[in-house]
């Protein structure tokens, strides 16, 4: 079945460290992949995405993400974290030609002062 | 430009009742979507609908119903609220039907099931 994985339920780092949220999917092709941030109380804003082409994808705030194929991984980076950076962060995934885009479970980040 | 507009924003029903959850967005977006958020499971992926006129099931279909009215509407329905339906809820719409873009998100509809 098609899924997305995020194995860190919680993660805490220290303000200025530098951050990897894991991601992981398994699909027949590689899909579409995502990543969504969501403040508390809010809904949820797109960080970035991968379709196609360079590996490496920038993003708004600072992140950036990796893709592996031969991983199955999808791994949202940031080099030097700030305290607003603390929220909710989710990996998704769009199979091509399909509608139905699939979330993990989320990852919620604690930024320590 | 407002986006994915959810109305209500919150609300509270009594087990048994039923009620509609509105959802409109203003881009001319062919897929829309309902998710529930739950603590320790993510969003799951209630109903979706690929263009006006269909609608397809996703992972917790169950409990509820969904009208895609028009290309700009798509609200979800709970027939008889069940405490195990007490979420947040969100809309959801992207560009294309193939979906090969991102999903523009609604604020949320909070609900509590008593």
């Known amino acids: 079945a098609q899924s997305v994985t995020q194995p860190d339920i919680h993660i805490t780092v220290s303000e200025g460290a530098s951050l990897e949220l894991r991601c992981n999917y398994s699909?027949?092709?590689?899909?579409?992949l995502f990543w969504y941030v969501q403040s508390p109380g809010q809904g949820l804003q797109l960080l970035l995405k991968?379709?196609?082409?360079?590996?490496l994808v920038q993003g708004i705030k600072g992140f950036e993400a990796e893709f592996k194929r031969s991983q199955s991984s999808f791994n949202l980076r940031k080099p030097s974290v700030h305290w607003s950076d603390a929220a909710e962060y989710f990996c998704?995934?769009?199979?091509?030609?399909?509608?139905?885009?699939?979330f993990g479970t989320g990852t919620q980040l604690k930024v320590e002062l | 430009n407002a986006g994915v507009t959810q109305t209500p924003k919150f609300q509270v029903l009594k087990t048994g009742q039923s009620m509609t959850l509105q959802c409109a967005q203003d881009m001319n977006h062919n897929s829309m979507y309902w998710y529930r958020q739950d603590p320790g499971m993510g969003l799951r992926l209630i109903y979706y609908s690929a263009s006006e006129g269909t609608t397809d099931k996703g992972e917790v279909p169950n409990g509820y119903n969904v009208s895609r009215l028009n290309k700009r509407e798509f609200s979800l329905r709970l027939e008889s609220a069940a405490p195990s339906q007490t979420s947040v809820y969100f809309c959801?719409?992207?560009?294309?039907?193939?979906?090969?873009?991102?999903?523009?998100f609604g604020q949320g509809t909070r609900l509590t099931v008593v």
């Open positions: 959801a719409s992207s560009p294309l039907s193939t979906g090969a873009t991102e999903a523009f």
């Open positions: 998704a995934a769009l199979p091509g030609g399909g509608n139905k885009l699939t």
């Open positions: 699909y027949g092709a590689t899909p579409y």
């Open positions: 991968y379709f196609s082409g360079d590996t």
